[in-house]
C-alpha cells in the first residue's frame, strides 16, 4: 500500500510558482500495478522522485508499508566516476542484498559488454537507463516504480525487459509511466490520471486511458 495523504509540490519561478501536485490524497493498493498517465510536463516523473524519496514534497506525506524502488531509468544518484560494476554493488549494500547475485543478474540482464567496467560518465543515456532498470530488477521490491525505461534498446531488448518485468510483478506491485497505451493495458490493471496538480485513481484502466486521452485531446484544442 502507498498512500499520498496531503501531498502538494510546486516549484518557486520568476514571480510565481508552479504546482505540479496540490494536496493530492490517493491510496494505491498493495500489489496493484497502476499505470500513471498525463499530459508532457504534468508531474509523473516528479511524483515518482517523491513517492521512491528522491526528491520531497513541498508538503503531505507518502506512507508506505512495503519497499519501494527507486525511479527504474533515472541515473542520477549513480556516482559518474565509479564505474557500473561499482555502483551495482554500493546499491546491494545499500539494500542489503547479496552483493555477487546482483551484479550478475545486472551484467547479464544489462547488456553493457565491457562499459559495465567503465565510469557512468562515458555511458550515454540509454546506457545509464538499462544499468537502472537491471539493478532496479534485481532487487526484490514490493513496489517498482517505472519511467518509460522499456523502451530504451532495440525490440529484442525490449521485450527482454517486459518479461522479467511481468515476472516482477507477480509477487509485487507498480506505479507505471509509459505513453505506450498498449504497453499501459498489458502490464497494469489500475490507472492514474495527473492533470494540473489533481490525481484521479481509476479501478478500471480504460477508463482511465479513457479520461487521459481526453485531457490530450482538449489540450490540442
Same mark, same amino acid.
Given at each position: 500500500?502507498?498512500?499520498?495523504?496531503?501531498?502538494?509540490? =510546486? =516549484?518557486?519561478?520568476?514571480?510565481?510558482?508552479?504546482?505540479?501536485?496540490?494536496?493530492?490524497?490517493?491510496? =494505491?493498493?498493495? *500489489?496493484?500495478? @497502476? #499505470?500513471?498517465? &498525463?499530459?508532457? #510536463?504534468?508531474?509523473?516523473?516528479?511524483?515518482?522522485?517523491? $513517492?521512491?524519496?528522491?526528491?520531497?514534497?513541498?508538503?503531505?506525506? !507518502?506512507?508506505?508499508?512495503?519497499?519501494?524502488?527507486?525511479?527504474? +531509468?533515472?541515473? *542520477?544518484?549513480?556516482?559518474?566516476?565509479?564505474? +557500473?560494476?561499482?555502483?551495482?554493488? =554500493?546499491?546491494?549494500? $545499500?539494500? &542489503?542484498?547479496?552483493?555477487?547475485?546482483?551484479?550478475?543478474?545486472?551484467?547479464?540482464?544489462?547488456?553493457?559488454?565491457?562499459?559495465?567496467?567503465?565510469? $557512468?560518465?562515458?555511458?550515454?543515456? #540509454?546506457?545509464?537507463?538499462?544499468?537502472?532498470?537491471?539493478?532496479?530488477? #534485481?532487487?526484490?521490491?514490493?513496489?517498482?516504480?517505472?519511467?518509460? @525505461?522499456?523502451?530504451? +534498446?532495440?525490440?529484442?531488448?525490449?521485450?527482454?525487459?517486459?518479461?522479467?518485468?511481468?515476472?516482477?510483478?507477480?509477487?509485487? *506491485?507498480?506505479?507505471? !509511466?509509459?505513453?505506450?497505451?498498449?504497453?499501459?493495458?498489458? !502490464?497494469?490493471?489500475? &490507472?492514474?490520471?495527473?492533470?494540473? &496538480?489533481?490525481?484521479?485513481?481509476?479501478?478500471?484502466?480504460?477508463?482511465?486511458?479513457?479520461?487521459?486521452?481526453?485531457?490530450?485531446?482538449?489540450?490540442?484544442?
Amino acid at each position: 500500500m502507498i498512500e499520498l495523504r496531503n501531498l502538494t509540490k =510546486f =516549484f518557486p519561478l520568476a514571480d510565481s510558482y508552479e504546482t505540479v501536485l496540490d494536496n493530492v490524497n490517493v491510496t =494505491f493498493p498493495t *500489489g496493484a500495478s @497502476v #499505470g500513471l498517465l &498525463g499530459r508532457n #510536463g504534468a508531474g509523473k516523473s516528479t511524483l515518482l522522485k517523491i $513517492i521512491s524519496g528522491t526528491i520531497h514534497p513541498s508538503s503531505g506525506a !507518502v506512507i508506505s508499508d512495503g519497499t519501494i524502488s527507486y525511479p527504474v +531509468g533515472f541515473s *542520477g544518484s549513480f556516482h559518474r566516476e565509479l564505474t +557500473g560494476l561499482q555502483n551495482t554493488r =554500493f546499491v546491494a549494500r $545499500i539494500y &542489503g542484498v547479496d552483493t555477487d547475485e546482483l551484479v550478475a543478474f545486472v551484467r547479464d540482464f544489462a547488456e553493457l559488454g565491457e562499459h559495465f567496467f567503465m565510469p $557512468i560518465r562515458t555511458y550515454s543515456s #540509454g546506457m545509464k537507463s538499462r544499468l537502472s532498470f537491471g539493478i532496479s530488477m #534485481g532487487i526484490p521490491f514490493d513496489t517498482y516504480l517505472v519511467d518509460e @525505461v522499456t523502451s530504451v +534498446g532495440d525490440g529484442a531488448f525490449r521485450e527482454k525487459s517486459t518479461q522479467v518485468f511481468n515476472a516482477r510483478l507477480k509477487s509485487a *506491485g507498480a506505479v507505471v !509511466v509509459n505513453h505506450n497505451p498498449v504497453l499501459i493495458r498489458r !502490464v497494469c490493471d489500475m &490507472g492514474a490520471v495527473l492533470e494540473d &496538480g489533481r490525481l484521479v485513481l481509476y479501478d478500471d484502466i480504460d477508463a482511465a486511458l479513457e479520461h487521459h486521452e481526453h485531457n490530450l485531446q482538449k489540450a490540442r484544442g
